[in-house]
C-alpha cells in the first residue's frame, strides 16, 4: 500500500523563480488537526508545480478524514 498524502498546486505569479513554503493540515472527522505539515517547495517564474506532501508517519492515519491547504504559501526569497 502506497504511504498517504496530499497533492497541492503552486503558482508563482512572480517573474523569477521562488521557494515558497506549502502548509498543510490532516484533520479527523471533527475538525481536530491531527498533522500539521509544512514543506519547501521550488516554483519557476510564472509557472505552476505540482507537489505530493506526504502524511508523517502516524499510527492514527486511517482517522484523517480531509486536509485544509493553507491558500497562500510565503515565498521564501
Not at 2 to 30: M, S, W
Not at 31 to 58: C, E, H, L, N, W
Request: with cysteine; net charge negative; glycine share 6%.
Amino acid at each position: 500500500m502506497e504511504d498517504p498524502y496530499a497533492t497541492v498546486e503552486i503558482r508563482n505569479p512572480n517573474g523569477r523563480d521562488g521557494l515558497f513554503t506549502v502548509r498543510v493540515n490532516f484533520k479527523d472527522k471533527h475538525g481536530y488537526t491531527m498533522i500539521d505539515t509544512s514543506d519547501q517547495v521550488s516554483v519557476p517564474a510564472k509557472d505552476k508545480t505540482t507537489f505530493r506532501v506526504p502524511v508523517a508517519s502516524s499510527g492514527r492515519v486511517e482517522m484523517i478524514d480531509e486536509c485544509e491547504v493553507d491558500p497562500r504559501a510565503a515565498a521564501d526569497r
